[in-house]
């Protein structure tokens, strides 16, 4: 869900050094940005921060990308870093258009994508700018590697059956799924909640959760 404007957060976020400004540049090269040749995931529509936070504290070994459309949002998950004692140094944001991840990163520089509780698009009409859909499955394709996966999870029934009806439409294919996260010993072991995860699991909703590779 958007977020009320913020007066001034373009600018805070313009002078921000855990934000990409250029991303452009770095296409094919962020491993020279993070001075490493580390892995690299990114979470798409990442809201306000706290699942990419905590998983870039408990993985060193692995660079995380936050990328976030609305300014606003961004905002938030800076001020929640800035409020940390000890800021995680393989952690950056980006404010761009997940439309526009094909010129922001090359050809399976990413190893893993997540994408977590994203806007589900209910009209039909709306059905392409939905994060699982067929059409953004083909960009993704492009910047995964090839033995890359994406993980994506919902409280949106009926965004997850469309997700799953999309897979093999891109040439995609179920690794592993399940209907009720919280239950499931083997997915949720390790699992990092965002917050809408703990709102809506805190009033018994199921989470859907996939985990997909070509």
Known sequence: MRL??????????????YVIQNPEEYKGRYSELFG?????????GMG?????VKMAKLHPEINFIGIERYSSV???????LDEMEEKPANLKFMRIDAKDIGDIFGVEEIDRIYLNFSDPWPK???????????EFLKLYDRVLKKDGQMEFKTDNKDLFDFAVEQLPLAGWEVKEITYDL????????GNVMT???????????????YIVVR
């Open 124 to 134: 039909d009409r709306h059905a392409k700018r939905r994060l699982p859909s067929k």
């Open 182 to 189: 919280h239950h499931d010993p083997k997915m949720n072991e």
């Open 4 to 17: 009320r404007n913020i007066p001034g957060a373009r600018e805070e976020i313009a002078t921000s050094e």
């Open 74 to 80: 961004l905002l938030r998950a800076l001020q929640k």
């Open 48 to 52: 306000k921060g706290k699942f990419i």
């Open 195 to 209: 917050e809408y995860e703990e709102k809506f699991s805190a009033k018994g909703n199921p989470i859907y959760k």
């Open 36 to 44: 490493n040749k580390n892995p690299i995931r990114i979470e798409i």
